[in-house]
């Protein structure tokens, strides 16, 4: 019975396919990049407490108009009819408050394109593109009396990475959002101001509406959306799954069923938001 059963199993399995036809030859459309998705947030410092804010701006492109729509407009009715709480405003817009020593490094990081740990003084880059400390340079020490450059930045694998103390640009894909903060070991600061991404700025990077609001002391909010599912692709995934349940399928050899271009949520393939409210950069 067993094995009848593993049978019927690999079976499914089988037919369960997602793929697509490496023959055709598909038409991607642009990437979406960090200043699509975060430059209309407003300013924060290190120390920022409220997590409860109002936005400054209007949404400057296509995403941040969606992101910014409303549980009812979303179709979301999780909380039935009833409006979300603190809907409306912005929330979570605040980052981890680094240490009197990471904040003075990250702000000595230098505000361009590919900025890391390398860029500080005493560092160079010897044979075989590994960092190292320059020798004719003496130590720079912060007041605390603890090294500008850390010994953990210069070893961390091998002295070939780019990511301790690493910057983020506008024009590039965030190719992963972290469960922890921590610029020791992750390209993780802000491309123009001297901290590390808000919850609220991973959360669009997973595209967690604004809406959403998370739970929890700061650091358990920066695990939770990095743990999570990206809610498009959790949204996209669960709706296909809906339909394949419901077996809506016309019989031919084709694929079950092809999602609509531009999809956001069931029955909904663009943001509302009329076109006149996007803000002149």
């Not at 610029?183 to 001297?194: D, F, G, T, V, W």
Request: one cysteine or more; charged letters at 25%.
């Amino acid at each position: 019975m067993r094995s009848e059963n593993m049978l019927t199993s690999l079976f499914l399995l089988q037919q369960s396919v997602v793929a697509y036809d490496e023959i055709q030859n598909p038409t991607l459309k642009n990437a979406l990049v960090l200043e699509d998705a975060i430059s209309d947030l407003p300013k924060v410092g290190n120390d920022q407490a409220d997590d409860v804010m109002e936005y400054l701006v209007k949404p400057k492109t296509e995403f941040q108009r969606y992101i910014r729509l409303s549980r009812k407009e979303m179709l979301d009715y999780s909380f039935g009819d009833k409006t979300g709480p603190g809907e409306g405003t912005l929330m979570d817009h605040c980052p981890l408050r680094l240490n009197k020593d990471d904040y003075e490094r990250v702000k000595r990081i230098p505000f361009e394109k590919g900025a890391n740990f390398r860029d500080l003084e005493g560092v160079r880059v010897g044979p075989n593109n590994v960092a190292e400390f320059d020798p004719e340079i003496p130590r720079v020490y912060l007041e605390s009396g603890n090294p500008l450059v850390p010994e953990y930045a210069i070893k961390f694998r091998s002295g070939k990475s780019l990511r301790p103390f690493g910057r983020l640009w506008w024009d590039e894909t965030v190719p992963t959002v972290v469960t922890s903060a921590n610029p020791h070991s992750q390209r993780i600061l802000h491309p123009s101001q001297a901290r590390v991404l808000t919850v609220r700025e991973n959360a669009r990077l997973q595209g967690f509406p604004d809406y959403y609001r998370l739970d929890g002391p700061i650091k358990e909010r920066y695990m939770q959306v990095g743990n999570a599912v990206a809610v498009p692709v959790a949204r996209a995934l669960g709706y296909s799954l809906g339909l394949a349940y419901l077996r809506k399928h016309d019989g031919s050899d084709g694929p079950m069923l092809v999602l609509p271009a531009n999809f956001f949520s069931p029955g909904q393939t663009e943001a509302v938001v009329p076109a006149d409210e996007v803000a002149e950069e």
